[in-house]
Each structure stands twice: as C-alpha cells, then as structure tokens.
C-alpha cells in the first residue's frame, strides 16, 4: 500500500485510509469524484462513516481515480470485504 498508510485499511478504518489516499494525491472530493464518476457527497460520506461499505465497483472507480496499483486496490477491496483483483477465481 502507499508509504502515506502506516496500518493496513480495514473496515473499521476504511474511510479513514480512503481520507488519507485522497490527500496524499492531492484530490479534493469534486476532483477525485470526477477521475471516478462518483458524486463528491457519497466521497464524504464514505470517509465520514456515514455510509455503508461501499461496492466492489465503486471502490475500484475510486481506486483507479486515486492511481493506485492493483496490489494497493486489492487491499482495499480486501478491508472492505470484497474480492480483490488478483485474487479472484
């Protein structure tokens, strides 16, 4: 995962590692929710915590909008109860 992460992203922390991404690549919510067609509101609300685990697609789409590799996105996606890319069947 990035070198901005020092714990690896879990559910119980998953906004916050989703806050932590998008600053350190320096994206506002309306930036990072344009690279990721995704409305800014729901970005906030993710990393507030006020909304549920997010889909495996949107959590790819806002992978992709942050440029993370594919190692770095299955973690994610791993945290928040998906399957991840590499591991998939």
Known sequence: MSDVLEVAPTRAN?????RLLREAAGLSYNALGDRAHIDAKYL???EAGKRGNPSRNALI????GLGLDVAS??????AAGHIGIINRV
């Open 14 to 18: 998953l906004g916050q590692t989703l």
């Open 44 to 46: 906030y609300n993710l």
């Open 61 to 64: 789409r806002i992978g992709v």
């Open 73 to 78: 996105l299955d973690e994610l996606l791993d």
